[in-house]
C-alpha cells in the first residue's frame, strides 16, 4: 500500500508539464552543444575537450556587450558568433598539429583558462558573481510569443516561448550541419578523420578543414550558451565547466559518432535522464543525489564506449571498417 | 640539367638525428618516361620519395617540378599542382565508398568550400562532372561495379587498384608510385603495369617508383636511379645500371628479400 | 607514417614560433636555463630576492606534488600509450584514504603508508577489471581516451558519495612553521616534501638501474620491440600500475597533509598542472615529468609575485601552450623518425 504510494510519489513529475518543458529546453540547448562535438569528433575526428569554452567566451561577450556597453542584443550575438570563431582559430592555429590526445590536453587547458580568467576578471565578467541583465530584448520576445501562443489556444506557461525558440533553432541547426556534412565540403572532412595524409596527398589543405570545423564548432557552442544565457538569466564561471564538455561526448557517444539526427535523439534521451534524476525524490541530500548524477554520466559513457560504441544510430559495420 | 626533366632533384639531404637518410642526392626524371628509384632496404628511397612529396621535411636541396621549386612546400600544394604519390600501404578510406573516395579526388571542386558547400545549387553540376570522370575511370581499373560498396571490403588487389584510379582524378603530370606491386599477386601486377605503361602511353604522365622486383624495374622503367645508403650509387637505363658494379656491390653488400 | 611518442602528426616541425629561433631547438635544456634566469633576474629586481627566494621555495614545494604525479602519468603513458584522463582521481583517492585511516586513530605514518599502498591496489584492480580486457578488445583511441574521461567522473563522484562532497580535515599540523635559511616553510610541509624527493630519487634511481626500471624503459621506447626481446610486457604493465597508483596517492596525500583539508574536487584542480608537467617534461619520460614537475610549481609560484595568486593556475597552462608552440616534444622528448 505504502509501496504504491510512494511509487506514485517518487514518478508524479512525469506528469508534470514543467518538468517536460525544462528536458525540452536544455535537451535543446545541449543538443546544440552537442553538434558542434559531433561535427569535431564524429565528422572531422579532431578532439576538442575545449567546446565548454566556447560556449563560455560566446556568451560572456554576448553578455558584456550588452550588459556593459549597452549594445543591442543582436549585434552582442553576432559578435559572440564573432569571438567564440576567433577563439577557435587561435587555439587550433598552434594545437591542431598536434596529435590527437596533445590536442584534446590542449583544448581542455584553453577551457579551463578561460573559466579562471572569468572568475578572475571581476570588473569585466562580474566575476563569481556573475554577470546579469541581458535579457530585456528576450523578454519582449518571449511575451510576444505568448501573446501568439494565446492566439492558437495555449495558456502562457513558464519557458514555452524558450522551448519553442529553442526547438527551432536546434532542428534547423541540425538540418544545416547535416547538410554541410554531406556536401563536398564535409566529404573531405570525413576523408580527414579516416586517413589525413590521404587527403593531404589527394590535394586537400586540411590543416585548413580543421581549423573551419573548429570555428564552426565554436559558434555552435556560443549558440548553445546563448540558449542557457536566457534560460538561466545569468552567466558565471562556474557554469561552463568541463562536465558540459563531458555531457556532449556522451551525446554524441550514445546517438553514434557521426549521426546528427543521434544527436537529436541522445540530447533528449541524456537530459531526460539527468533531470529525472533531480525530480525523483531519493532519501538523500541534495550534493549526493548531484553525485549520483555525475556517476551516471560516467558510467553510461563507460558502458557506450565498451558495450555499444556505434551507439544508437552508429553502424556497427562502420565501426569495424574504421582503421582498416 | 637534362632539357627534357620534368621533376629535378638537386642535391636533396635529410638527416634524422645523426643518421643522414638521404645524402646530396641528385638525379633527373625526364617528362613522359618510366623512372625506377631502386636499392637495397634502408637506401634512404623512401625518405627521399616522403621528402620530394613534402611529407618529410628535407633538410637541404631543392626540387624542381617544370623548372618550379617544390621543396618543402606541403603535400597538398604539389598535388594540387600535378605532382601526385601513392602510398604502400594503401590509404583506400575505408569507411567511404569507392566511388566518393574517387570524389574526393576531383581537383576542382566549388562545393569543397564551406561558404559554397550549403548552397547545392552552386556546385551540382561540378559534382556530377566528377562523377562521371569517375564512373570512367572506374571502369577502366575494373572497379565499376564496386563504386558504391564500402572502399573498406575491397581486396588488397582492387585496393592498390584503387589508390592508383584515385591518383589520376587529379590529372598528375607526374606520378609517384610508391611500391605500386608489392604484396601483388603475378596477375594483378601484369594488370597494374599495363595500367601505367599504358598511362605514359596515353596521357605521356611521367611516373618515378620505387619498386623492389628488379625484373619488373629492368623490363619496364625507361632510366633506374640506383640508391644505397642515403646516395645515388648509379643512374641510367637499365642495361646501362645492369652493367655498373657499383651496384652490383651495392646489392650484394645486403641480403635482399625476395616476395 | 608510423606511430611515434612524438606529438606532432607528420615529421618533426619547428613549431611557429620556434621558426626563426632554431637554436631552442637544438639546445632546449640551454635555452630554458637562459629564460628561467632571466626570469629570476626580473622578478628579483622588481619584487625583491627574499621574495624571490620564498616563493621558489614554494614552488619547489609544490613541483614536488607535481612531480609525483607526472611520473605516474607519463609511466602508464610510455608503456601503454593511455593518456589516462583519470590519473588525478588518484590522488584524491590516495588523500581520502589517508583520512579513512586517521579515523581509525592510526598514527599519521601509518596513514599515509596505507593511503598510498590503497591507491596503488586500486590502480592494479583497474587494470586487471578494465584496461586489459579493454586491450584485448582492441578499441580505438577516442575510446580509451572517454573510457579514461567517463572512469574520473566515476571514480570523483563515487568518492564525492561515500564520503560527502564537504571539506574535510587531513589530520595534520598545519600551523607549525619552520624558518630554513631565513626562509618559512610549514612543518608539515618541510617533512612531506623531503619525504616526496626522497620518493622522487628513489623512482629515478630505481628506473635508471633496476632491471625493472630498464626494462620499463625499454617499453616506454617501443612495445613491439620489447615484445620480440622477450620482456613479460604483462608483468611490467602491471607494476606500472603499481608504481602509478601508489605515487599518484603519495602525491594527494603530499599534497593534502600541508593544505589541511581535502575535498572530492582535489585531484580534477591538480589535473591539469600535472598534465602540463608531463607535457613539459616531454610525455613517456619519467625524468622529463620529474624535471616538468618541479618547473610548472616555480612557474605557478613565481607568477605570484605579479598577478593574482587565483590565476596561477592559469600560468600553469599557459606554459603548457608556450611549450606545445616553441618545442612540442617537451624538453626531453626525442625526435622520432620513421626509416626503412
Known amino acids: 500500500m505504502t509501496g504504491a504510494a510512494l511509487l506514485g510519489v517518487t514518478f508524479e513529475f512525469l506528469t508534470n508539464q514543467d518538468f517536460w518543458i525544462n528536458v525540452g529546453v536544455l535537451a535543446t540547448t545541449y543538443g546544440v552543444f552537442a553538434l558542434g562535438i559531433q561535427l569535431n569528433i564524429g565528422t572531422t575526428g579532431i578532439f576538442n575537450f575545449g567546446q565548454a569554452g566556447f560556449m563560455a567566451v560566446g556568451s560572456y561577450t554576448m553578455g558584456i556587450l550588452v550588459v556593459k556597453s549597452g549594445a543591442s542584443f543582436w549585434l552582442a550575438v553576432l559578435a559572440g558568433l564573432g569571438t567564440a570563431a576567433a577563439a577557435a582559430i587561435l587555439v587550433g592555429l598552434p594545437s591542431l598539429r598536434l596529435r590527437a590526445d596533445y590536442f584534446a590536453i590542449s583544448t581542455l587547458a584553453f577551457s579551463e583558462i578561460v573559466r579562471y580568467t572569468a572568475d578572475n576578471w571581476d570588473g569585466l565578467t562580474g566575476g563569481n558573481l556573475g554577470l546579469f541583465g541581458y535579457t530585456d530584448t528576450w523578454n519582449d520576445l518571449s511575451a510576444r510569443i505568448d501573446g501568439w501562443l494565446g492566439h492558437l489556444g495555449i495558456a502562457p506557461r513558464f519557458l514555452l516561448p524558450l522551448l519553442v525558440v529553442n526547438l527551432a533553432i536546434f532542428l534547423v541547426l541540425a538540418a544545416f550541419v547535416a547538410l554541410l556534412v554531406r556536401s563536398p565540403w564535409g566529404r573531405v572532412l570525413n576523408a580527414i578523420r579516416e586517413d589525413e ?28 550558451g546563448y540558449m542557457l544565457a536566457i534560460n538561466i538569466s545569468i552567466l558565471s564561471p562556474q557554469t561552463f565547466d568541463p562536465i558540459l564538455t563531458a555531457y556532449g561526448f556522451v551525446i554524441v557517444i550514445l546517438g553514434g559518432l557521426g549521426s546528427y539526427l543521434g544527436v537529436i535523439v541522445g540530447s533528449f534521451f541524456l537530459i531526460f535522464m539527468l533531470e529525472a534524476t533531480r525530480y525523483i525524490d531519493l532519501p538523500l541530500s541534495d550534493e549526493r543525489v548531484a553525485a549520483v548524477r555525475f ?30 | 640539367m637534362a632539357a627534357d626533366a620534368l621533376l629535378s632533384v638537386r642535391n636533396v639531404s635529410k638527416r634524422f638525428g645523426a643518421i643522414p637518410a638521404v645524402d646530396d642526392v641528385t638525379f633527373d626524371v625526364a617528362e613522359g618516361s618510366i623512372t625506377a628509384l631502386i636499392g637495397p632496404n634502408g637506401a634512404g628511397k623512401s625518405t627521399l620519395f616522403n621528402v620530394v612529396t613534402g611529407f618529410v621535411r628535407g633538410d637541404s636541396g631543392e626540387v624542381l617540378l617544370d623548372g618550379q621549386s617544390v621543396f618543402r612546400r606541403p603535400p597538398h ?5 600535378g605532382l601526385v604519390r601513392t602510398f604502400q600501404l594503401t590509404k583506400a578510406l575505408s569507411v567511404m565508398s569507392v566511388l566518393d573516395n574517387m570524389l574526393l579526388a576531383s581537383p576542382r571542386n566549388r562545393g569543397e568550400r564551406l561558404g559554397l558547400a550549403a548552397l547545392r545549387p552552386l556546385w551540382r553540376g561540378e559534382e ?21 560498396d564500402y572502399a573498406g571490403t575491397l581486396s588488397g588487389g582492387q585496393r592498390k587498384l584503387l589508390e592508383l584510379a584515385r591518383a589520376l582524378m587529379l590529372e598528375p603530370r607526374v606520378l609517384l608510385l610508391d611500391e605500386p606491386l608489392a604484396g601483388v599477386n603475378r596477375t594483378l601486377g601484369r594488370s597494374l603495369l599495363e595500367h601505367i605503361e599504358g598511362l605514359r602511353a596515353e596521357r605521356r604522365t611521367t611516373i618515378l617508383l620505387v619498386e623492389h622486383d628488379l625484373d619488373v624495374v629492368m623490363r619496364h622503367s625507361d632510366a633506374i636511379v640506383v640508391m644505397a645508403q642515403g646516395r645515388v650509387v648509379a643512374s641510367g637505363t637499365p642495361a646501362e645500371v645492369r652493367r655498373d658494379e657499383r651496384v652490383i656491390s651495392a646489392y650484394l653488400g645486403t641480403v635482399t628479400t625476395d616476395e | 607514417m608510423s606511430e611515434s611518442t612524438y606529438p606532432l602528426d607528420t615529421d618533426p616541425r619547428p613549431g611557429p614560433l620556434a621558426a626563426g629561433v632554431s637554436v631552442v631547438r637544438r639546445h632546449p635544456l640551454a635555452a630554458l636555463g637562459v629564460v628561467v634566469a632571466l ?32 611520473v605516474g602519468l607519463t609511466l602508464i603513458f610510455g608503456v601503454l600509450r593511455l593518456v589516462n584522463f583519470a590519473h588525478g582521481e588518484f590522488l584524491t583517492f590516495g588523500a581520502y584514504m589517508l583520512i579513512a585511516a586517521n579515523a581509525l586513530d592510526l598514527p599519521l605514518v601509518v596513514s599515509a603508508l596505507i593511503g598510498v599502498v590503497a591507491t596503488a591496489g586500486l590502480a592494479l584492480s583497474l587494470e586487471v577489471v578494465l584496461w586489459r580486457p579493454v586491450r584485448r578488445k582492441r578499441v580505438g583511441e577516442l575510446q580509451l581516451l572517454l573510457l579514461a574521461l567517463g572512469l574520473a567522473y566515476v571514480m570523483r563522484y563515487t568518492i564525492a558519495f561515500v564520503a560527502g562532497p564537504e571539506d574535510r580535515a587531513s589530520g595534520a ?5 619552520v624558518t630554513v635559511f631565513g626562509l618559512r616553510i610549514g612543518r608539515t610541509e618541510l617533512i612531506v616534501t623531503l619525504v616526496g624527493i626522497a620518493a622522487i630519487v628513489l623512482v629515478a634511481l630505481g628506473l635508471r638501474y633496476t632491471s625493472l626500471g630498464r626494462q620499463m624503459r625499454a617499453l616506454s621506447d617501443s612495445i613491439e620491440l620489447s615484445e620480440t626481446t622477450g620482456i613479460d610486457t604483462d608483468r611490467i604493465v602491471l607494476v606500472t600500475w603499481l608504481i602509478s597508483g601508489g605515487l599518484a596517492g603519495l602525491a594527494g596525500i603530499i599534497y593534502a597533509l600541508p593544505a589541511g583539508t581535502v575535498n572530492p574536487q582535489l585531484g580534477f584542480t591538480l589535473i591539469l598542472s600535472i598534465f602540463a608537467a608531463v607535457v613539459v617534461g616531454g610525455i613517456g619520460n619519467a625524468y622529463g615529468a620529474l ?28 606554459v603548457l601552450i608556450l611549450v606545445l608552440l616553441v618545442r612540442p616534444q617537451g624538453l626531453f622528448g626525442r625526435a622520432r623518425s620513421v626509416e626503412r
Open chain 3, 173 to 177: 599540523d598545519v600551523t607549525a612553521g
Open chain 1, 197 to 224: 595524409d590521404a587527403a593531404r596527398a589527394l590535394g586537400k589543405n586540411t590543416f585548413a578543414y580543421k581549423l573551419q570545423s573548429l570555428s564552426l564548432a565554436a559558434a555552435l557552442a556560443a549558440i548553445a
Open chain 2, 77 to 81: 600544394t604539389l598535388a594540387r599542382r
Open chain 2, 128 to 148: 556530377r562532372r566528377a562523377r562521371e570522370r569517375a564512373r570512367e575511370l572506374l571502369q577502366v581499373f575494373g572497379l565499376a561495379t564496386k563504386a558504391n
Open chain 1, 295 to 324: 556517476m551516471i554520466v560516467g558510467a553510461v559513457l563507460m558502458l557506450l564506449v565498451v558495450f555499444r560504441p556505434q551507439g544508437l544510430f552508429g553502424k556497427k559495420e562502420e565501426l569495424a571498417l574504421r582503421g582498416r
Open chain 3, 39 to 70: 626570469v629570476a633576474l626580473w622578478l628579483g629586481l622588481r619584487e625583491g630576492w627574499h621574495e624571490l627566494a620564498q616563493s621558489t621555495l614554494n614552488g619547489i614545494v609544490a613541483g614536488n606534488y607535481f612531480a609525483l604525479g607526472a
Open chain 3, 291 to 318: 624535471a616538468g614537475g618541479i618547473l610548472i610549481g616555480v612557474a605557478q609560484e613565481w607568477s605570484t609575485l605579479v598577478i593574482d595568486p587565483s590565476m596561477k593556475v592559469a600560468v600553469g597552462f599557459a
